[in-house]
C-alpha cells in the first residue's frame, strides 16, 4: 500500500483478493506500470527543464494579484514570541504546541498574519486608497503525519487593509480570483477558528485549501489597526495536490523524495 501511494495515487489501495497470491500478482502488475510511468516522468523532466510546478503556481498567482493592485511583500521567516503573543498564540493556545521554537524569544513563524499587520499598518501612511498587500513563502508548524499535511508548506496571504465597500465581498472577490487561476471549483463555509474567532473558509471536494477573515477584529488594536479589512490564507501545496490529481500533498512540496510529484529516491 505504501508503495502504491509513493508511486500513485493510492487508488489501487482499496481492492480485495481471495488469496494472497492473487494479492501479490495484482500488485506486482499495478507496481511495475506504475514505476515504469514514473520513471519516464522523471527522464522526461530531466531532459526538458522547466519551472517546479510550485514555484509556477507561486508565480502565476503573483502575476495575478499585483494585476489587481496588491503589492508582494517578503518578511523574515523568523519571528518573535511576542509577536505570537500579539496573535493570542501564548503558552494556553493550541497552535502553540505546534510552533517551532529556536529559543525562548524566537521561533519559525507558523503564519504570515503578525508581519502582514506590521507591514499594512506601515503602509497605509503613502496612500489615501486601500492597502492590499500580499506574501508567498514557508510557513512551518508541527503536524500530524498525513497526506493533507507538511510541517513546512507554503502559504499565500493577502490582506486589504480599507477595502471599498463590504469587507466580505470584497474578501469573496479576492477568494475568487485567486481561485480562477488555480481552476478549481470550490465552495465556501464559515467555521470557528482558534485565532480568528470565525473564519470563511474555501473547500475543494470537502478539502480546505484557504480560510479568510474580516476586520475591525479584536486583534486588531494589539496590532495599531481600526480600519476594516479582509484578508485570506491559501495552502499552496494542498492546491497543486488538488489540481494535479496527487495522492498526497507531499509530492507537491519542498521534498528530497518527490520532483514535480514523481518519486525520485
Not at 510550485?54 to 521567516?77: M, Q
Not at 489615501?128 to 506574501?135: A, K, L, N, T
Not at 507531499?250 to 514523481?262: E, H, V
Given at each position: 500500500?505504501?508503495?502504491?501511494?509513493?508511486?500513485?495515487?493510492?487508488?489501487?489501495?482499496?481492492?480485495?483478493?481471495?488469496?494472497?497470491?492473487?494479492?501479490?500478482?495484482?500488485?506486482?502488475?499495478?507496481?511495475?506500470?506504475?514505476?515504469?510511468?514514473?520513471?519516464?516522468?522523471?527522464?522526461?523532466?530531466?531532459?526538458?527543464?522547466?519551472?517546479?510546478?510550485?514555484?509556477?503556481?507561486?508565480?502565476?498567482l503573483?502575476?495575478?494579484?499585483?494585476?489587481?493592485?496588491?503589492?508582494?511583500?517578503?518578511?523574515?521567516?523568523?519571528?518573535?514570541?511576542?509577536?505570537?503573543?500579539?496573535?493570542?498564540?501564548t503558552?494556553?493556545?493550541?497552535?502553540?504546541?505546534?510552533?517551532?521554537f529556536?529559543?525562548?524569544?524566537?521561533c519559525?513563524?507558523?503564519?504570515?498574519?503578525?508581519?502582514?499587520y506590521?507591514?499594512?499598518?506601515?503602509?497605509?501612511?503613502?496612500?489615501?486608497?486601500?492597502?492590499?498587500?500580499?506574501?508567498?513563502?514557508?510557513?512551518?508548524?508541527k503536524?500530524?503525519?498525513?497526506?493533507?499535511?507538511?510541517?513546512?508548506?507554503?502559504?499565500?496571504?493577502?490582506?486589504?487593509?480599507?477595502?471599498?465597500?463590504?469587507?466580505?465581498?470584497?474578501?469573496?472577490?479576492?477568494?475568487?480570483?485567486?481561485?480562477?487561476?488555480?481552476?478549481?471549483?470550490?465552495?465556501?463555509?464559515?467555521?470557528?477558528?482558534?485565532?480568528?474567532?470565525?473564519?470563511?473558509?474555501?473547500?475543494?471536494?470537502?478539502?480546505?485549501?484557504?480560510s479568510?477573515?474580516?476586520?475591525p477584529?479584536p486583534?486588531?488594536p494589539?496590532?495599531?489597526?481600526?480600519?476594516?479589512?479582509?484578508?485570506?490564507?491559501?495552502?499552496?501545496?494542498?492546491?497543486?495536490?488538488?489540481?494535479?490529481?496527487?495522492?498526497?500533498?507531499?509530492?507537491?512540496?519542498?521534498?528530497?523524495?518527490?520532483?514535480?510529484?514523481a518519486?525520485?529516491?
Amino acid at each position: 500500500m505504501q508503495k502504491l501511494r509513493e508511486y500513485g495515487n493510492g487508488s489501487d489501495c482499496s481492492l480485495t483478493f481471495s488469496c494472497a497470491e492473487d494479492r501479490d500478482r495484482a500488485f506486482a502488475a499495478a507496481i511495475g506500470g506504475l514505476m515504469s510511468d514514473n520513471a519516464a516522468e522523471v527522464r522526461s523532466m530531466m531532459s526538458s527543464p522547466s519551472r517546479h510546478m510550485l514555484a509556477r503556481l507561486e508565480a502565476d498567482l503573483a502575476d495575478h494579484l499585483v494585476s489587481k493592485g496588491f503589492v508582494e511583500v517578503r518578511t523574515p521567516t523568523m519571528v518573535s514570541a511576542d509577536a505570537l503573543a500579539k496573535m493570542t498564540v501564548t503558552e494556553d493556545h493550541p497552535l502553540h504546541r505546534q510552533v517551532f521554537f529556536i529559543d525562548s524569544k524566537r521561533c519559525l513563524r507558523p503564519m504570515h498574519a503578525m508581519n502582514l499587520y506590521h507591514a499594512m499598518r506601515s503602509l497605509r501612511d503613502y496612500t489615501d486608497g486601500p492597502v492590499r498587500i500580499f506574501e508567498i513563502g514557508s510557513c512551518f508548524r508541527k503536524e500530524s503525519r498525513s497526506g493533507a499535511h507538511l510541517e513546512e508548506f507554503t502559504m499565500l496571504n493577502l490582506v486589504e487593509l480599507g477595502p471599498e465597500g463590504d469587507a466580505t465581498e470584497a474578501l469573496k472577490g479576492h477568494i475568487a480570483g485567486v481561485m480562477g487561476v488555480t481552476g478549481l471549483e470550490y465552495s465556501l463555509a464559515r467555521e470557528e477558528s482558534d485565532v480568528y474567532r470565525e473564519t470563511l473558509d474555501v473547500e475543494v471536494g470537502g478539502m480546505e485549501v484557504s480560510s479568510g477573515a474580516v476586520g475591525p477584529h479584536p486583534l486588531d488594536p494589539a496590532h495599531g489597526i481600526s480600519e476594516p479589512w479582509c484578508g485570506a490564507g491559501f495552502g499552496l501545496e494542498r492546491l497543486l495536490m488538488l489540481m494535479t490529481g496527487r495522492g498526497s500533498v507531499k509530492k507537491t512540496g519542498r521534498s528530497l523524495s518527490y520532483l514535480n510529484g514523481a518519486k525520485i529516491s
